[in-house]
């Protein structure tokens, strides 16, 4: 089962099982906690990852519903907080990359985030719709569609638990030497109630080998405000209309509660990816045009005499 921490400090606990599809994705293998892809329902296929100035995309196909598969890479809880569009999933809220309402994982366990949460027992499905019509746009929040984000957090490990110190059974001892011992005996007494220092670096471990997701998690605002400069700078026409996510038909699945305390304030991990149709994302210059595809010629033929034909069969 997997849970979400909301405000009130509890989580949503799924009770549907699920199974995920397919590879991992690139920016699923930088991940530090997790693997995160998302999966077209209806085909089960990973949807593949394009990475073009400093983001990874994703070719969506309108109409099709998708899911966020994520699968937990630790021995802990773990829990992901799933914004799509700028919209927290679980309460249709601006997303806040902050320890609330978020999916918990169990260790080692994977699920699928399907879609929008409507209440304990049902979501309304996502599914890659036009911009304008995707839920955010609905709400008055264009302003981020076409991004999915999850910040992922650990969970704070139980502080250990210290023996009580022996009673030591010691003869008789003169005044000074006494005094000497309670004076040590309190120091012991406030050393074992001071709580324990957390270790240096504990809050944000880094990767042994950084990734450009990686990286990407570290610096999220410097990066957002540098791809925002080169789309001003050189901005690509779209042949259709951008994409966004729907809220779609309404499907049932069961949560409850359960607590979390996370182990920091801030992520560990935040993957991110940027999505739009495969005909915008090769005009943007995402994906590469087909080799050796064919421009149309209205004049294939030159010099060619008489009336039109009838077709076989006519």
Do not use: C
Request: glycine residues 8%; without cysteine.
């Amino acid at each position: 089962m997997v849970s979400t921490f909301t405000l009130r400090r509890t989580v949503s606990r799924l009770l549907i099982g699920a199974t995920l599809l397919g590879g991992l994705s690139l920016a699923a293998q930088a991940a530090k906690l997790a693997d995160v892809r998302l999966v077209e329902r209806n085909s089960g296929r990973v949807l593949p990852v394009y990475f073009h100035q400093g983001e990874y995309w994703v070719a969506g196909r309108p109409g099709a519903n998708y899911s966020i598969d994520i699968t937990n890479r630790t021995g802990r809880r773990i829990m992901a907080v799933v914004s799509v569009d700028g919209v927290n999933a679980i309460t249709g809220k601006s997303a806040s990359a902050t320890a609330d309402d978020g999916y918990v994982f169990s260790p080692w366990q994977n699920w699928g985030i399907t879609g929008w949460r409507k209440s304990d027992s049902h979501v309304a499905a996502f599914y890659f719709s036009e911009s304008d019509a995707s839920y955010a746009s609905r709400t008055g929040r264009p302003r981020d569609v076409g991004v999915i984000g999850v910040a992922l957090f650990r969970e704070r490990a139980p502080e250990p638990v210290r023996p009580a110190p022996p009673i030591s059974r010691r003869g008789p001892v003169n005044e000074e030497s006494e005094k000497s011992s309670r004076y040590d005996g309190a120091a012991d007494a406030q050393a074992s109630a001071a709580p324990a220092l957390p270790a240096p670096g504990s809050q944000n471990v880094p990767s042994p080998q950084p990734s450009a997701a990686a990286t990407e998690a570290a610096k999220p605002h410097a990066q957002e405000k540098s791809a925002d400069l080169a789309a001003k700078r050189s901005p690509s026409p779209s042949p259709s209309p951008s994409l966004g996510t729907g809220h779609g038909s309404l499907e049932t699945s069961y949560t409850s509660k359960t607590e979390f305390d996370a182990a920091t304030r801030r992520p560990e991990q935040v993957v991110r990816f940027r999505y739009d149709s495969y005909a915008n994302l090769v005009a943007k210059g995402v994906i590469p045009a087909p080799r050796g595809e064919r421009t149309p010629n209205p004049f294939p033929a030159q010099g060619n005499d008489g009336f039109v034909p009838d077709p076989p069969r006519w």
